[in-house]
């Protein structure tokens, strides 16, 4: 195949997070087969981009991919080069073997929130109907599993946004948690400086003063894992205060009895104690959201990232029922989705408990409906398999996953306790890695697939706010490279399903459509043609003449009774919180110039070149107590684990608390650090808190 150039502008999106830009791509100059242009159309980003976006082009080149299958003849050996035929031989005769020798749950798959939405529909088909196994799941359980959790059990749906962005201007007052969208999704700053000219207010929580911090009215700035406690003082004070809408909570809510005791004993000098946030930014910020006309709360990995996310992001969405500020125009409760798939990434079947169109695994008509469309019997359709970490746990394991197809992720850097998740995947007995680069994890992969990307491939993805968008193909990928859903049907084929995997996206997205009709996730009346005509569909859309649902809950929630759902809950601490050997709290983020775990963003040189690797941040009243200079290299420890990085003295840091980029593998890795300690319900790892020492690497080498 020969890599033809772009004859004409194509309207396509970025390959990054989950704001999706619209980017334009025409013919490239000299040695770049495209170039990016403003799309200002597009309503979500009108033109903007982000440096991540606009230097996408760079990821097409030869010299930063993979542009051929690689195989390992032994262990330890070295990966050389192959043939696709051999290649995927290979792999079919590996998971065959393992799956005969041990049964089909030691086939493990693991997916990721960037994948389109044809391609996690086609890998949670593969999984349940070809390897008929129970074990997949994805790296999206690591990014926003607890705001869906808590969105399901309160409205009875989980979509990122209830609202599309331009809502956000219009609200009265908004209090975004554990969030820093002026780093991570730049051109949605937008929206949270047209609030502030509208007259609305700005509140931000975040243990950090980021950039977003920088443009609020008011900074909270709790410990790690103090936001729990902090929804409930602040529903405390509105509560004492009278601004509670009770009409609202009689008519379209239940169980705000709970909730209010519950947060009668969060009283604010206690918060206070618990948070750190003095008691007249408590009553300030109470008083501001409580009186405003209207309100939203958005949150993000802060608050989800937790052992406890899902009731710290309960107790937020209680803070918006209370005041009445949820199922009308320009309020309610919203998360900030990361991956740039990672809304529908979680809808369409890549999730170990769920079937196509978000539908429960174990719901039996759900089982039916989906087993009519792939033309299996319903029985043949396994149950609910282990979440993500539990499953890289499991590797290697007698009873756990001995072989792993692994797609559109990057663990040895993006798992916590990241060190141990390397250890598991060396221990397999089959690692496969489809990717387009040579990943930290396709390093240890057995046999490597080379996959086609972004601007080589058609397919669809839906935004954070719900809206289910087209990326087009825009040139031939290089030889040598094939797209996922063309791999997984050699794969079918091979192991005894020659039939209903399709190899291109439009095909497949139409077997999707049906196997979603009638689910939560409805995209029975989207079609490619309706994408690209109207900007992107936002679902449910069940009908192709239904206009989509920008707005959810206006009239009812999608709860049996149509009540949204008051959650239970009271303060607790961390799994791990600081004691006498780790004193001080890690939290971990991103940075404006890396997405995820750097797998692409770190081969794009302008973008190395802004953050060329990872540091420590911390206050310099820490600092001073440590001795530690500014650009010193630190040690950071924890239970886990060990990183080494260069100190980065700010006082935007809470003295009790360092800050690490986790986007790069190698001595710095900050997940070597993190805790895997699990939330019960949405099985989300504590990726934002954990225990921790910190001291000069020269002082730890003369001990
Ligand atoms: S990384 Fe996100 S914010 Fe930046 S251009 Fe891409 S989609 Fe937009």
Not at 141 to 147: E, H, I, K, Q
Not at 363 to 374: F, G
Not at 532 to 545: H, I, S
Request: include cysteine; charge should be neutral; glycine fraction near 12%.
């Amino acid at each position: 195949m020969t890599r033809t150039a772009l004859a004409a502008a194509t309207d396509t999106h970025c390959p990054y997070c989950a704001l999706q830009c619209g980017m334009r791509l025409a013919p490239g100059r000299g040695r770049a087969a495209v170039e990016v242009l403003e799309r200002p159309d597009f309503p979500v980003n009108r033109g903007a981009l982000c440096g991540k976006g606009s230097s996408a082009p760079a990821l097409l080149a030869r010299d930063v991919r993979l542009t051929g299958p690689l195989l390992r003849d032994r262990p330890g050996g070295p990966l050389r080069s192959a043939g696709w035929p051999e290649a995927l031989d290979t792999v079919a005769a590996g998971l065959a073997r393992v799956r005969e020798e041990h049964g089909p749950d030691a086939v493990g798959v693991f997916g990721g929130g960037g994948l389109t939405n044809e391609k996690a529909y086609l890998l949670g088909k593969f999984a349940r109907v070809v390897l008929g196994t129970a074990n997949i799941d994805y790296n999206g359980r690591f990014c926003m599993s607890s705001a869906a959790a808590a969105h399901r059990r309160a409205f009875g749906l989980d979509r990122g946004l209830p609202f599309p962005l331009d809502d956000i201007p219009h609200t009265g007052c908004l209090i975004l948690v554990g969030g820093n969208p002026a780093d991570t999704m730049p051109p949605a700053v937008r929206y949270l400086r047209e609030l502030r000219e509208n007259g609305g207010r700005l509140i931000v929580v975040d243990p950090r003063r980021t950039r977003t911090a920088e443009l609020a009215d008011l900074h909270l700035q709790p410990r790690p894992g103090g936001d729990l406690a902090l929804a409930l003082g602040l529903l405390h004070l509105v509560i004492a205060d009278g601004l509670t809408d009770q009409d609202f909570i009689d008519a379209r809510t239940t169980g705000f009895e709970r909730a209010r005791e519950s947060a009668m004993a969060h009283w604010p000098d206690r918060v206070e104690r618990i948070t750190g946030v003095p008691v007249h930014q408590l009553r300030e910020a109470a008083g501001m959201f409580g009186r405003a006309e209207s309100g939203m709360v958005l949150t993000a990995r802060g608050p989800e990232q937790q052992s406890k996310g899902t009731d710290t992001v309960g107790a937020w969405i209680n803070l918006c029922l209370a005041t009445g500020k949820s199922g009308r125009r320009y309020s309610g409760y919203g998360c900030l989705t990361g991956q740039g798939n990672g809304q529908g990434g979680r809808e369409h079947g890549q999730k170990a408990d769920q079937l196509p169109g978000y539908r429960s695994i174990e719901d039996p008509a759900a089982r039916a409906h989906v087993a009519a469309v792939w033309g299996v019997a319903a029985d043949s359709i396994p149950g609910p398999g282990r979440s993500a970490y539990e499953l890289l746990d499991s590797l290697g394991r007698p009873d756990g996953v001995r072989a792993l197809l692994l797609a559109g992720s990057n663990p040895v850097v993006s798992a916590p306790n990241a060190g141990h998740v390397t250890e598991r995947l060396r221990a397999l007995d089959l690692l496969v890695v489809a990717d387009v680069v040579l990943s930290e994890t396709a390093r240890l992969a057995d046999v490597v697939l080379p996959v086609t990307q972004w601007a080589e491939e058609d397919g669809t993805t839906t935004n954070l706010e719900g809206r289910v968008i087209l990326r087009r193909r825009a040139v031939d990928p290089p030889e040598g490279v094939r797209g996922e859903l063309w791999v997984l049907r050699e794969l079918a084929a091979r192991l005894g399903v020659p039939t209903g995997f399709p190899a291109e996206a439009e095909p497949a997205f139409e077997e999707l459509r049906r196997a979603s009709a009638g689910g939560d996730a409805d995209y029975a009346g989207i079609s490619y043609r309706r994408i690209a005509d109207e900007d992107g569909v936002f679902w449910p859309c069940p009908t192709p003449d239904h206009p989509g649902t920008p707005r959810l809950f206006l009239e009812r929630y999608a709860t049996p009774d149509g009540r949204a759902r008051f959650a239970d809950v009271t303060h607790r601490p961390a799994a791990e919180e600081p004691d006498e050997a780790y004193p001080l709290y890690l939290t971990t983020g991103r940075v404006l110039a890396h997405y995820q775990s750097g797998a692409q963003t770190r081969r794009v040189a302008e973008l190395n070149a802004a953050a060329p690797g990872p540091y420590v941040e911390l206050h310099p009243r820490l600092a001073g107590r440590l001795g530690i200079a500014d650009g010193e290299p630190v040690a950071v420890t924890s239970r886990r684990g060990r990183a080494v990085a260069p100190a980065r003295i700010t006082d935007a840091i809470r003295p009790d608390t360092v800050f690490m980029p986790f986007h790069w593998a190698g001595a710095g890795r900050a997940n070597s650090l993190t805790n895997p300690a699990l939330d019960p319900v949405s099985r989300m790892p504590e990726f934002k808190l954990c225990a921790v020492r910190v001291e000069p690497v020269r002082t730890e080498a003369a001990k």
